[in-house]
């Protein structure tokens, strides 16, 4: 099984290799920490870069704009479908190699709605991978009414499954091939468990509830095909099953917005109140540390003698920062299970397997939080990005980034009367209020490079220097960054109130 890039393929892998990578890159990242030995973290601490570090700016303003715009992307609606989305734009930057982030966009065929994502991978790219591939599937069919629910459990032991799905294709995104068979087996599996539960519901908000349903149910088939059975594995289940994924994701339809968040990325609403400020209103918490109230979710899941080990330097049994995450089976595993892999690999890495205090397994859930949103014409746009933006900028600042983007992008186009009849005065409102906005015209022609440009440190200097840092040590000063920005249709969501 390989990981094909659009422009062809990855990377090749012998099973060794692969195992190694599985005990050694997925299970943890090393850091030699000066002649006192090893030390083994997920995440280790981020380096402070000081100012007379020695560096200087080596790409001149093209040469920046080339590497930022590599992977972008745009789609507007055009009057293709009626929504309240009107368009998303998205960009990516590496600080991985390969990029362990993902991300995800989709057009439900059978429902009326729109899915939209990011997905943040650590300890390795294979569970980010697999989700991107998968969760999307999980949702849409959770999504469906009974008698559609019924026809598509049929149509899936068959040579042509109804589908669920248009998606969107990035440029650089990876693809699967051939797509493991396990997977439509797991999701057939799914899908007659829904059916069988189908009208036990709670009516409150079925969406959420389906959604919910869709992470868990993917988290587990994960867990489970990664399981050995008679002393044999799949090696590509195992490799998806112990690196892990944070997961934001957003399902639109009609004037319905829900976030679902398991996992350190964030969305937010950008709002224009009646003042002319925008403001960001919050659709997801980071389920981290600095979160009160997951802290106490976690410790309280466990008994109080484990309460000084579940939570050890911010970080869980003194491991991995985000809280919730799909795979990272290593936390959920029972410690027979963990035991039972570590016998049947047995290599000189395998026994790191196991986390120091783990006693009362699960420690980590992939079940998300999920809010709810009505639409209205004062929100402009949703960001949703990972964590390698929001380590940089707040809420406001990166809605006042977009704002303020969205204001200045007019002046990139000619002055046109709307209106062959308008008075003199009314024009000379529109080009002043645009003279106030040329400040703002940013030299981006894509809202999500916008916002990387500004969260690498804006000015040229600073910029350069974040692009060019060896490959082998950027990873301490800056993360992966996804970011999908969806725009709302304001006259559209003002018609349909």
């Not at 990242?29 to 083994?40: A, H, S, V």
């Not at 008698?147 to 699967?176: C, M, V």
């Amino acid at each position: 099984m390989a990981l094909v890039h659009s422009a062809g393929p990855l990377w090749s892998r012998s099973r060794p290799a692969l195992l190694r990578k599985v005990v050694r890159h997925c299970l943890f990242r090393t850091i030699i920490t000066g002649g006192k030995g090893t030390k083994l973290e997920m995440f280790p601490q981020k380096l402070v870069l000081p100012e007379n570090h020695g560096y200087v700016p080596t790409l001149s303003p093209r040469e920046i704009s080339m590497l930022l715009t590599t992977n972008e992307a745009r789609f507007m609606n055009d009057g293709h479908w009626s929504s309240a989305v009107q368009g998303f734009e998205s960009n990516q930057l590496a600080s991985n190699y390969p990029i362990e982030d993902r991300r995800a966009v989709a057009q439900l065929t059978q429902t009326d709605g729109s899915l939209f994502s990011v997905i943040d991978g650590h300890g390795g790219m294979a569970c980010a991978q697999a989700v991107t591939e998968r969760l999307f599937y999980y949702v849409a069919a959770s999504l469906l009414p009974y008698q559609h629910l019924e026809a598509y459990s049929h149509s899936l032991r068959t040579d042509l499954p109804i589908e669920l799905l248009g998606w969107h294709k990035f440029n650089n995104a990876y693809r699967r091939d051939p797509v493991p068979p396990t997977y439509r087996n797991s999701l057939t599996k799914f899908v007659v468990e829904s059916l069988s539960l189908s009208g036990l519901e709670d009516d409150v908000d079925l969406v959420a509830n389906s959604i919910k349903s869709a992470f868990i149910g993917l988290d587990s088939d994960i867990s489970s095909e990664a399981m050995p059975v008679a002393g044999v594995f799949d090696v590509d289940a195992l490799d998806a099953a112990f690196s892990g994924a944070c997961v934001c994701m957003a399902h639109v339809s009609g004037l319905d917005l829900h976030v679902a968040n398991s996992g350190d990325s964030r969305a937010v609403i950008g709002q224009l109140n009646d003042k002319g400020q925008w403001v960001a209103k919050r659709m997801s918490v980071d389920q981290n540390v600095d979160n009160e109230a997951e802290v106490k979710r976690v410790v309280s899941s466990h008994p109080p003698a484990e309460a000084r080990h579940v939570l050890k330097n911010s970080r869980l049994l003194g491991q991995l920062v985000p809280l919730r995450a799909f795979g990272d089976v290593r936390f959920k595993w029972s410690l027979q299970e963990l035991k039972n892999l570590v016998n049947l690999l047995d290599t000189t890495y395998v026994h790191s397997i196991v986390p120091t205090n783990y006693y009362t397994p699960p420690y980590l859930i992939a079940t998300p939080d999920v809010m709810h949103h009505r639409l209205t014409p004062a929100d402009r746009f949703l960001v949703m990005a990972t964590d390698g933006i929001w380590e940089t900028m707040s809420n406001s600042r990166v809605v006042q980034l977009v704002g303020e983007y969205i204001e200045g992008k007019e002046t990139h186009d000619h002055f046109k009367p709307t209106d062959s009849g308008t008075k003199l005065g009314e024009i000379n409102s529109v080009l002043l209020k645009r003279k106030a906005t040329l400040a703002r015209k940013a030299d981006d022609h894509n809202v999500s490079t916008h916002l990387i440009r500004h969260a690498l440190g804006a000015d040229h200097g600073k910029v350069s220097e974040m692009l060019t840092l060896p490959a082998d040590i950027v990873r301490y000063y800056r993360d992966d960054m996804t970011i999908v920005v969806v725009y709302f249709d304001s006259e559209y969501i003002a018609s349909h109130q």
